[in-house]
């Protein structure tokens, strides 16, 4: 079975930066799209960025020019690299993976990230 593992989170201040990490158990490439998702308290979770088997990336108007997704699949890893943080940003951040033509999506345990003076 696929798992994932999220990792970077933390406590940081308005401006600055993060950077996540989200480790695969699987070749990054067997799947149709891997993403990152957010859900701040009540709130439901969505979309931050995603990207697809062929590379193809899908950001939000909100994150744009700041976040970045990427991923390394020697390493069977994707990168969420977050600057310029604001408040609104704080969320449980997870990694996703679109197993397409398969219904069922994945989702690891996520990963605190709070922006706070």
């Known amino acids: 079975q696929v798992h994932l593992v999220e990792s970077g989170g933390g406590l940081v201040q308005p401006g600055g930066s993060l950077n996540l990490s989200c480790s695969v158990s699987?070749?990054?490439?067997?799947?149709?799209?891997m993403g990152w998702y957010r859900q701040a308290p009540g709130k439901e979770r969505g979309l931050v960025a995603r990207i697809t088997r062929i590379g193809a990336i899908e950001c939000v108007d909100s994150v744009k020019g700041r976040f970045t997704i990427s991923r390394d699949a020697a390493k069977n890893k994707i990168y969420l690299q977050m600057t310029t943080l604001k408040p609104e940003d704080s969320a449980v951040y997870y990694c996703?993976?679109?197993?397409?033509?398969?219904?069922?999506?994945?989702w690891g345990q996520g990963t605190q990230v709070t922006v706070s003076s």
């Open positions: 996703n993976v679109d197993r397409w033509p398969n219904p069922t999506p994945l």
């Open positions: 699987h070749n990054i490439f067997a799947f149709n799209a």
